[in-house]
């Protein structure tokens, strides 16, 4: 007997080492398990229609019709390189997401309206604003104003890179003194945050367009959860920090499904 349930168990545990990893999903804010077929093309939650992360070239490709980089070549200053584990960070981040920072920058078209395109990867060292990321978002502005061309920023961040210390914070105040050049010109910004949007970047541009629109279930907030327990000795609702809630109270305009983004960005766009 002992013999069988010994064979049993090794069949069982060779049959389990067949099953591919990631076969079945939990989404994150519902809870619920699927196949990952389910996910379909735009990475959907099947039961609550959240949005799974996106890299920032897979969500170009399903947001626009034209695109060309610049500033690809803008990283992070070498007097950061010297810290060994940090530059080790960078370096993955950088193979991973074939991006020298944590946004990618370009300018855009959906239809025949061209527009300057900004969009942060999280799997970049969790899509934080460190020196590049604020000086390559400058430039974007910057060229923006120059060409009289409205811009859009697809914003996905845990916040400022404190690995680069006070010069990540002030990328908040350079990135909004672009923003602002921009408006005076007339030109319009129109800020799309995606899960999840916080720190830093909250605090500053993601929450600075003149038509701010999210995806459902986006987490938006500038502390986290137990930092803001932790204050107040309250505990906050569960969903004090979900666009839903957030558009309740004014801070968004919309709230726009992913696969209605591009056509909802191409009236805004027209508008403009």
Known sequence: MKNNKSEETKDLQALMDKVPDHLFIKCPVCEENFYNKKLGAYKLCPNCGYGFRLGAKERIDMTVDEFTPINSEVSAPKRFLEDEKYAGKLAKSKELTDLNESVQTGIAKIGDVE????????????????????????????????KNLPVVVFSCSGGARMQEGI??????????????????????????????????????????????????????????????????????????????????????????????????????????
């Not at 527009?115 to 430039?139: P, Q």
């Not at 970047?201 to 279930?217: K, L, Q, R």
Request: hydrophobic share 45%; proline share 3%.
């Open 115 to 146: 527009f300057a395109l900004g969009v942060m990867d999280s799997r970049f060292i969790m899509g934080s604003l460190g020196t590049a990321t604020g000086e390559k978002l400058a430039l974007l502005f910057e060229e923006a104003t120059e």
């Open 167 to 272: 010069h990540s914070l002030m990328q908040m105040a350079k990135v909004s003194q672009a923003v602002s050049d921009h408006a005076e010109k007339g030109l319009l910004y129109i800020s799309v945050l995606t899960d999840p949007t916080t720190g830093g970047v909250t605090a500053s541009y993601a929450m600075e367009g003149d038509i701010n629109i999210s995806e459902p279930h986006t987490l938006i907030g500038f502390a986290g959860r137990r930092v803001i327990e932790n204050t107040i000795q309250q505990r906050p609702p569960k969903d004090f920090q979900r666009a839903e809630t957030l558009l309740k109270n004014g801070f968004l305009d919309a709230i726009v499904k992913r696969q209605d983004m591009k056509s909802v960005l191409a009236r805004l766009l027209a508008w403009n």
